[in-house]
Nanobody
């Protein structure tokens, strides 16, 4: 069964940090690169970070230098360390295949506000 489950969101003040986690079905995780997307209110969903099976990473300009994507292949887990968070990072965050997403998980809400 294809499954993606995100967690770790919450509310933080500007400048704060959060670490998001995603657990994926082994059938997804073992064969593919993975990515983190976000969708802010009234905006389209966007890919903000991706990581290949061999660990190469890419980031959107808006998060470069502040976010770090990583993966734990042994546990089919994907992470997103988010530092120096700003109000414009407020969104629902999702994990999925980069560029060719499949069924979406529930996402996890990140709210950055003072």
């Amino acid at each position: 069964q294809v499954q993606l489950v995100e967690s770790g969101g919450g509310m933080v003040q500007p400048g704060g940090s959060l670490r998001l986690s995603c657990v994926a079905s082994e059938i997804i995780f073992s064969r593919n690169g993975m990515g983190w997307y976000r969708q802010a209110p009234g905006k389209q969903r966007e890919l903000v970070a991706s990581i290949t099976n061999d660990g190469r990473t890419r980031y959107a300009d808006s998060v470069q230098g502040r976010f770090t994507i990583s993966r734990d292949s042994a546990n089919n887990a994907l992470y997103l360390q988010m530092d120096s968070l700003q109000p414009e990072d407020t969104a629902v965050y999702y994990c999925n295949l980069p560029y060719t997403p499949i069924t979406w998980g529930p996402g996890t809400q990140v709210t950055v506000s003072s």
